[in-house]
T-cell receptor, first 116, second 114 residues
């Protein structure tokens, strides 16, 4: 039973255009949502997060949108750059800061390729 | 700071062999985690620790053991390696201040069991 799904295994975008990565979840009790980025042969690195009490969070070129009624999370990268080419994982957490002890549940990942 | 370091980077084991994956962090984080990532899949939590001497199971703990004798180290033990344990293993750490805090990941250990 997959609680977090990234239905697009890959996405190809031209440099300068917008990249939109999507994530769906099943449990309405999740209260924190995150995006991690992973380059080959490296560990994931934190990119951006959003609390369930918000619907948008922005950090430079990266914006995360949360649609709680649809249980849908998306990451927008504008403008996309070749260095953004990586695997992007969405992750969720229940009771952040409480008894979940920071445990993350990850989606399968989406491979983003940004062409020059 | 070196952050989270993992050794070895690569390892090939035969079925039934045992090994310990090492993980060390120098950020004085109290929370530490072990994840595995299978091809085309997301990371799955094996074990976690909220402080020295305290560990608990994650989503996929079978076939693994952990210990946490110091704040810095969180080794993962495979006692009887099986082909199903072929995966990339990531260690992570974070501090807790009552709200969510970012997890910092090591570079991973790629393990193949033949």
């Amino acid at each position: 039973d997959q609680q977090v799904k990234q239905n697009s295994p890959s996405l190809s975008v031209q440099e300068g255009r917008i990249s939109i990565l999507n994530c769906d979840y099943t449990n309405s009790m999740f209260d924190y949502f995150l995006w991690y980025k992973k380059y080959p042969a490296e560990g994931p690195t934190f990119l951006i997060s959003i609390s369930s009490i918000k619907d948008k969070n922005e950090d430079g070129r990266f914006t995360v949108f949360l649609n709680k009624s649809a249980k849908h999370l998306s990451l927008h990268i504008v403008p996309s750059q070749p260095g953004d080419s990586a695997v992007y994982f969405c992750a969720v957490i229940t009771n952040a800061g409480g008894t979940s002890y920071g445990k993350l549940t990850f989606g399968q990942g989406t491979i983003l390729t940004v062409h020059p | 700071n070196a952050g989270v370091t993992q050794t070895p980077k690569f390892r090939i084991l035969k079925i039934g062999q045992s090994m310990t994956l090492q993980c060390t962090q120098d950020m004085n984080h109290n929370y530490m985690y072990w994840y595995r990532q299978d091809p085309g899949m997301g990371l799955k939590l094996i074990y976690y620790s909220v402080g020295a001497g305290i560990t608990d199971k994650g989503e996929v703990p079978n076939g693994y053991n952990v210990s946490r004798s110091t704040t810095e180290d969180f080794p993962l033990r495979l006692e009887l390696a099986a082909p199903s344990q072929t995966s990339v293993y990531f260690c992570a750490s974070s501090y807790s201040t009552g709200s969510y805090n970012e997890q910092f990941f090591g570079p991973g250990t790629r393990l193949t069991v033949l």
